[in-house]
């Protein structure tokens, strides 16, 4: 993007900030909200400690020990870094550089998964990820951010295309938008893979549209592509089915999942189908709020992590 004409204010923040939206806060609900978000962050080092094979946690380090273990088990991975407003696109870019050297130097079939927004979509910086990791031979991956920026993005991945072959680049297609169908024929016609996911965040010209059968739609759509297709969901129906229309027409896919929520439902979901099943190993302080959602939505891990701090103390208070 041309710093000349780089928005800023509050048009800035939208346009750059990685987080996933959520609901506005008010009264009871900012407080509520307030609290998760402090629980996660004391409950992270905890679920570090107790169950550190759930957790990416804050450093490539332990993403790259997680990564490590999951190998361990037969599982591919994906890198993903989750910044704060805290850092400068210069530190994103570092991390992102450090993520490529090491997942090349560790061979395998791990990738790095780039927020671009983070990055401001800058072209030069973009133009300078992808000469490491074609050097490297590491796949990058554009993660989906708001519909307001998705032409950003594919400006981003087109910026990378100049330096990295297209199978070494894929983008996020969320079934959420309308648009969607289109800009992943697009991809694919040009060899670049996709990952298809239901979508955070919304499309306000089709504000009604159904996250589940736009998922479908797009696996589908793709279907016949020869480029390379993510199925994204820890909805174990719905990724059975998108994974099956993929299959019937020869396409090659896999199942991605985000780390601490891939169930053995899940996991066998990719098994049954015969395809490969994929991390997505989040790491940063970005990923400190999603502690609690984790737990929220994997309560055997929950139980756990209860298990593991109860145990401790019965015994103490035995003695």
Known sequence: MDPTSAPDGQNAARLYDTAPPSAPRSGLRALKAGLADTASGLLLPAMKRLAPDHVGGETLDEALAV????GGRGLANTLGFWDTPAYAPEQVAYVYRQAIARIGEAGGNGYVSIKPPALRFDSAVARELARAARDAGVRLHCDSHGIQVADLTLAFASDLAHELPPHLISVTTPGRWSRSLADAKHLLERGVGVRIVKGEWPDPDDAARDMRQGFLELAQGVAGAQAHVAIASHDAALSAEAISRVQQAGTPCELELIHGL????????????????????????????????ILRRNPGLAMQMLTSMITPWRATARA
């Open 262 to 293: 891939q169930t053995d439902g899940l996991l066998s979901v990719a098994s049954e189908a015969g395809v490969a099943a994929r991390i997505y190993v989040p790491f940063g302080r970005g990923f400190v709020p999603s502690a609690l959602r």
């Open 67 to 70: 990564a490590q273990a999951l």
